[in-house]
């Protein structure tokens, strides 16, 4: 495992280290993880790989991401099945935490039920002491791959259009009224036989590429899918659009609310404001009327904080309608 | 069904009919494409300006606005017919430059073959986020679900505690949202998705029919073949963000511009339209107001380094006729409505200096461009 100062996964690690741990664990806020490891795969078949995080986590399984979670909620739930040969595997995992504390946890189901992946027999760890000079050198690679194909575009690019101009010049009848430039009208040396292959060559790869391009993004989408129906019950608008719709009915349909959660994630509130307008929501607890969203409601229920409220409706599922006291 | 029919071809027909009588040349298809393309960012741009107008002065949508419109759609299809009916003395004839018909043939099937997956692409990506990316429904359809809801309150919609989703933005895109919103009588997720579809299929449009027009038809197809392979447009394209239609008018002010310069007998129409789609940017983006501000600049250079005298001070006046109407606008709405920019508010000019003249900060940028 490789720790990160940041919850971004550049640079140096802070920290790298081995896990037996059945789950990954970042205590610091604003940092991030990256774990790999080997997953000994016993049987061929299909397995159903359960992920769970907080704040936001990614699975990569042999070089494809099958799991991506970027809800807003305390705990963020992923599952994909994937159709595995008997054999190793290498299993990427990211963690990505925000304010708090963060963690992940993986099982892995092939028909018996869930079992946790992470600290099992299964996984072996991968040994991280050259990784760091591997990725350079990949980087490395990339940069250099990236550039050279940029500029070999670039002048096959350029030579494509020198020879569609010089081709609509010679093709171009002398009374036609033409836009192109007076230089293309007044007629310029042919292109040389190679240059015009080059290019045609060109072209017929990169169409090439981009159907490949397309093939690849539409078979990604089309697996990407959810399995429940539109408009996908797990989509977190869609998740506040539901929730809040309890408390709708008990508030005014305009001014202003005050807003008030243990949950320190700034997204939270905006759902809520999207989910809630055109009712104005502020964290300021000046309004009378403030919603309360609280992941553990009994710990609200005993803090100091409730001196300052009088619990109007608990819609038990750590939603209230609270009052301001007026001291 | 009726009402989303009119709520789309209104804006249409509008578009088109000011497209048509600044932009007098139809002898080719590209040309018809080219306006087609132009139409809907204008008839956008106009009926979204109408809607704001028309809060400004009753307060919220009623049935007058409605009449209004229909009113408007019915004028501009009268006004589409008599300007084919009518023919100029001595109409201006383009016909783009002939490319070799074999090359051509194959890059049209290929283009369209890109443009067809490419749309199921874009509807697939539309189905998978159907609020759109976080700016989408944080900003653009946040504030349009505020213009739509609050009714006579509408103005709500730029109170300080919102200064996160930045209330001080132009409200092309959300106001055409609402407008569609208001037309159906209730939201719907598939506005947003089909707005954004349509920028995009304009934007690909356009870049087509232009390049047709001022190269030639297979340099048209290359132009959106690329256009279409490249990762970020499909995807983003259909994000619901205001950047595609912001896109849409940058190249709908070059191509304009560029077709003024070869179409001297109505240059100055063209200059008009130039300026409108130049204030339209101003009025989708922030950044259309730096765009409005390079756009002057550079023109002016341009005109006054070549030609001098009545000339460029005509040319000069026909862009601004153009943009004025659509910059007063977007400065009503600044300085009436909008609350001060959360992002420029914090800066101070001893910070931006600083900042300008620290080449560590480019570097940076550099080192992360290529990386």
Redo the contacts between chains.
């Keep these: 495992m490789e720790s990160f100062a940041l919850p971004k996964l550049n640079g140096k690690p802070s920290a790298a280290f081995f896990s037996r741990s059945d789950r990954l664990i970042l205590t610091k806020p604003d940092s991030a993880l990256r774990a790999y490891g080997l997953w000994m795969v016993p049987v061929t078949g299909r397995y159903r790989l359960h992920l769970e995080c907080d704040d936001f986590g990614n699975l990569f399984l042999d070089g494809k991401e099958r799991i991506r979670l970027r809800g807003v909620n305390a705990r963020n739930t992923g599952i994909a099945e994937v159709d595995l040969r008997a054999g190793y595997h290498l299993l990427v995992l990211f963690l990505f935490n925000g304010p708090g504390q963060g963690w992940l946890t993986l099982y892995a189901d092939h028909g018996k039920g869930d079992h946790p992946l992470l600290g099992g027999e299964a996984l072996t760890p991968m040994d991280l002491s050259q990784i760091n000079t591997w990725l350079r050198v990949v ?1 490395g690679l990339k ?1 250099v791959g ?2 050279g194909m940029l500029l070999g575009s670039a002048i096959l690019i350029l030579l ?2 020198i020879h ?2 010089a ?2 010049a010679s ?3 002398p009374n ?5 430039s007076p230089m293309t009208s007044e007629g310029t040396k042919k292109p040389r036989g190679i240059i015009k292959k080059i290019t045609l060559s060109f ?1 017929v790869v ?2 090439v ?3 490949l ?2 093939y690849n ?2 078979q990604k ?2 697996l ?2 959810p399995t429940q129906s ?3 019950p797990t ?1 977190p ?1 869609t998740v506040f659009e539901h929730r809040l719709q309890e408390i709708k009915p008990y508030l005014p349909p ?1 001014g ?1 609310v005050g807003f008030i959660s243990d949950q320190k994630d ?1 997204a939270i ?2 759902h809520i ?2 989910a809630l ?2 009712l ?3 964290v300021n607890t000046e309004p009378v009327l403030v919603i309360g969203l609280f992941h553990d409601p009994a710990v609200f229920r005993q803090s100091p904080l409730l001196n300052r409220f009088t619990i109007l409706r608990d819609f038990q599922n750590g939603l209230f309608l609270l009052q301001r006291r007026i001291q | 069904m009726i009402s989303l029919l009119a709520a789309y071809l209104i804006p249409w027909l509008i578009g088109s009919a000011l497209t048509g009588f600044l932009f007098p040349v139809c002898t080719s298809a590209s040309v018809l494409l080219l306006r087609s393309a132009l139409a809907l960012g204008v008839g956008f741009g106009m009926t979204s300006s109408v809607l704001f107008l028309w809060l400004l002065g009753v307060g919220e949508v009623t049935a007058g606005f409605f009449l209004l419109e229909s009113m408007l759609g019915f004028l501009s299809l009268l006004a589409l017919l008599f300007q084919k009916h009518r023919l100029p003395a001595d109409p201006p004839s383009w016909s783009p430059p002939v490319s070799n018909r074999t090359m051509e043939k194959k890059f049209r099937v290929g283009f369209f073959l890109f443009l067809l997956s490419g749309s199921a692409i874009m509807v697939l990506v539309s189905l998978l986020s159907p609020h759109g990316d976080w700016d989408a429904w944080a900003i653009w359809n946040n504030r349009a679900r505020f213009l739509f809801r609050s009714g006579p309150d509408w103005k709500a919609s730029f109170s300080p505690l919102l200064n996160w989703s930045h209330p001080d933005y132009p409200l092309l895109l959300p106001l055409s949202i609402a407008r569609i919103w208001f037309y159906l009588g209730r939201e719907s997720l598939w506005v947003p998705a089909v707005t954004a579809m349509l920028f995009s299929v304009s934007v690909t449009v356009l870049l087509v029919s232009s390049l047709s027009l001022l190269r030639n038809k297979t340099q048209g197809y290359w132009g959106g073949i690329i256009l279409l392979i490249t990762p970020s447009f499909l995807t983003h394209g259909v994000s619901q963000f205001a950047d595609l239609p912001l896109a849409f008018f940058f190249l709908a002010v070059l191509v304009v511009l560029h077709c003024s310069e070869n179409l001297q007998s109505c240059r100055s129409r063209l200059l008009i339209l130039s300026g409108l789609l130049a204030g339209f940017s101003a009025w989708t983006k922030n950044e259309g107001l730096l765009f409005v501000v390079v756009f002057l600049l550079i023109r002016s250079l341009t005109l006054f380094s070549r030609t001098k005298g009545k000339e460029s001070w005509k040319s000069m006046i026909f862009t601004l006729a153009g943009l004025l109407p659509v910059l007063a606008l977007v400065f009503a709405f600044k300085f009436y409505l909008a609350p001060p920019n959360d992002l420029l508010s914090l800066l101070r000019t001893d910070r931006v200096l600083t900042h300008l003249t620290d080449p560590g900060r480019y570097f940076l940028v550099l080192k992360y461009f290529f990386t």
């Design positions: 980087e940069t990236w550039g494509a259009f569609a101009g081709s609509s093709e171009s009848l036609e009224p033409s836009l192109s072209w990169l169409m590429l981009g159907f391009f397309h993004l539409f989408l089309v990407s899918f539109f408009p996908w989509h608008l305009r202003t700034p509130l905006f404001q999207y307008s055109p104005l929501v502020s």
